[in-house]
């Protein structure tokens, strides 16, 4: 981990080349949009001045992205954004900015750790445990066909008794179960 607390250092040669210096190969912008993904902080410099070139590739590879369609910045952002460039709210576009991705990054970083705190969010739904338990016995049912076994086992808990009406969605399962049986049956005979 502590290769990915500095950053990635990048130099770009006098042909515009880009090097990767941890790996010693050159780069394309794509890698490093790819690195970036990937969570890694990536500073480009020139070889020969040491300017630090890192926000005009960045602004680069958005450029790049937004060009194919992939469009992130609706054009009400990017048409205030070119304004703050000539109005005195430059001084407070650069800190929103900067703010509302770092709320947005703690929204998905709790929402990922809310998921896997509580596992099935639809657990808590009326009814959840009957369509888990009829999705499991469908599930098994398909895949005794392709363990080699002649049928469905009907589970113990899942078989209904004559004397209880079976759910609506019983029926369904239970024509789901009997077609499933009868394609086993014709492909056992091939």
């Known amino acids: 981990m502590a290769d990915d607390a500095k950053p ?9 080349r880009l090097y990767n210096t941890e790996t010693s190969d050159y780069v394309t912008l794509e890698d490093i949009a790819a ?20 926000r005009q590739y960045l602004l680069q590879i958005i450029a790049e992205h937004e060009s194919r369609g992939e469009s ?3 054009i009400d952002v990017l ?5 703050s460039y000539t109005t005195n709210a430059q001084s407070v576009v650069p800190q929103f900015l900067a703010a509302s991705f770092e709320m ?19 657990a808590s739904m009326p009814g959840f445990d009957a369509l888990q338990r009829q999705q499991q016995a469908f599930l098994k049912s398909i895949m005794g066909g392709f363990s080699g076994s002649s049928g469905p086992e009907p589970e113990e808990e899942e078989a209904p008794s004559k004397s209880k009406a079976k759910p609506k969605g019983g029926e369904d399962l239970e024509a789901i179960k009997k077609q499933l049986a009868e394609l086993q049956s014709k492909l056992s005979k091939l």
């Open 8 to 16: 990635l250092l990048i130099k770009r040669y006098a042909s515009r």
């Open 35 to 54: 690195f970036i993904r990937d969570g890694r902080e990536v500073q480009i410099v020139d070889l020969k001045s040491g300017d630090d070139l890192t």
């Open 72 to 74: 992130v910045l609706p």
């Open 79 to 83: 048409t205030d954004l070119v304004r």
């Open 104 to 122: 947005l990054r703690e929204g998905q970083s709790k929402m990922l750790e809310n998921l896997s705190t509580f596992p099935n969010p639809m």
